[in-house]
């Protein structure tokens, strides 16, 4: 199939990783004080694992191919929770502890940072590719 | 016969440039969608590319129809962090801003060598 947008299997794929990852930023800051998850423990802030991916259709040309990203897992950070004083709570132990979240709001405001400007990048990409394909489409003309 | 009117090696070989400007373009678009891919090393057009076009240009110009760019790994590039992934976003976006002028450049000189020869054919411009 022709392509006139060249690279836009690559822009898209990351595209829609750089959504992902923004939607686990949210998770996590949603999720900030949860102390009771599912499981029972405290929530466990989550992050994504980028990886990246080969153009199946040109794998097998000789040299490198376009290559697109996408999110293979959604790690559970390992860290610890924190312990908090709070003789009040319902899930105090008896030292009157509770367990919250070690999340960092200022780290995933970052980290949103990060990923909304890989996204404006992707989105330059587009836009130039949009320029050139109506630049290659107007050849000939005057 | 008709053929000599599209081998100019001028013409031709903007032909090919255009050809390495998308294909240019392709590799920045994955360089930038892998901006934060652990160990992904840049893609770029082969270097030697532009060396063989303008030895094709000042020696044979039948040469410049056998040649063609190919995406390769960047092994030159030096990572940023640690984890081995070689892309600077600025650099990128500087070189998506150049090749998008070069893409200009190319199209406006294959639809002018279009316009002389319709101008040539015709007697009339446009």
């Given at each position: 199939m022709i392509n006139l947008l060249t690279g836009i299997n690559a822009t898209?794929?990351?595209l829609d990783a750089e959504r992902v990852r923004m939607e686990v930023i949210s998770q996590n800051i949603a999720n900030a004080n949860l102390t009771r998850d599912v499981d029972g423990k405290p929530y466990q802030r989550r992050q994504v694992v980028f990886e990246k991916i080969l153009n199946q259709a040109q794998a097998g040309n000789a040299g490198a191919s376009e290559t697109g990203v996408q999110v293979v897992r959604?790690?559970?950070d390992q860290r610890p929770p924190r312990l908090v004083f709070d003789p009040e709570n319902a899930f105090a132990d008896a030292n009157g502890m509770i367990a919250v979240p070690d999340i960092s709001i200022h780290e995933e405001m970052a980290d949103l940072i990060v990923a909304s400007r890989s996204f404006e990048a992707n989105l330059a990409v587009v836009r130039n590719a949009r320029t050139m394909a109506l630049q290659t489409l107007s050849i000939g003309k005057r | 016969m008709i053929d000599a009117l599209f081998n100019q090696t001028n013409y031709v070989a903007a032909k090919?440039?255009?050809?390495?400007?998308a294909l240019r373009h392709e590799a920045i678009a994955s360089n930038l969608a892998n901006i934060e891919t652990p160990g992904?090393?840049?893609?770029?057009?082969?270097?030697?590319?532009?060396?063989?076009?303008?030895?094709?240009?000042?020696?044979?110009s039948?040469?410049?129809?056998?040649?063609?760019?190919?995406?390769?790994?960047?092994?030159?590039?030096?990572?940023?962090?640690r984890d081995g992934n070689t892309v600077q976003l600025e650099k990128e976006l500087i070189s998506l801003n150049q090749n998008s002028i070069a893409h200009a450049l190319e199209t406006q000189l294959l639809t002018?060598?279009?316009?002389?020869?319709?101008?040539?054919?015709?007697?009339?411009?446009?």
């Open positions: 898209a794929s990351a959604i790690e559970k | 090919k440039m255009l050809d390495a400007t992904y090393q840049r893609l770029d057009v082969n270097p030697s590319f532009a060396v063989e076009l303008s030895q094709a240009m000042n020696s044979n039948s040469q410049i129809a056998n040649l063609q760019p190919a995406l390769v790994s960047d092994t030159s590039a030096i990572a940023n962090g002018g060598q279009l316009l002389r020869l319709r101008l040539a054919i015709t007697g009339r411009p446009g």
